[in-house]
Nanobody, 122 residues
């Protein structure tokens, strides 16, 4: 069993930065691929970024590529999403996720956090 808790969300002006953190419980954290998804009000949940269990492979949504960076620290059971040059369209609830196997863009992850709100004002 893995429990995920996000933090770091908030209100920021366009062009600003935030770093989301995801704290994971469980001894097998290093065996799970991890990801970030987001859901804006009235829209479907969408993939943002994913990282392999080792951290050696990452995948990022095209619209955030060059602005968002995903990383993890297996020794600390932590995953991060550094978000720079934020835009109003990045406003959403951001979810931390974990799954056995490969990091994928599908939302069939095994574990989900409760989400953290990111609001970008124009």
């Amino acid at each position: 069993q893995v429990q995920l808790v996000e933090s770091g969300g908030g209100l920021v002006q366009a062009g600003g930065s935030l770093r989301l953190s995801c704290a994971a419980s469980g001894r097998a954290f290093g065996r799970f691929a991890m990801g970030w998804f987001r859901q804006a009000e009235g829209k479907d949940r969408e993939f943002v970024a994913a990282i392999s269990w080792s951290g050696g492979s990452t995948d990022v949504l095209d619209s955030v590529k060059g602005r968002f960076t995903i990383s993890r620290d297996n020794a600390k059971n932590m995953m991060y999403l550094q978000m720079n040059s934020l835009k109003p369209e990045d406003t959403a609830v951001y979810y931390c996720t974990a799954r056995r196997g490969m990091a994928v863009r599908r939302n069939d992850y095994d574990y989900w956090g409760q989400g953290t709100q990111v609001t970008v004002s124009s």
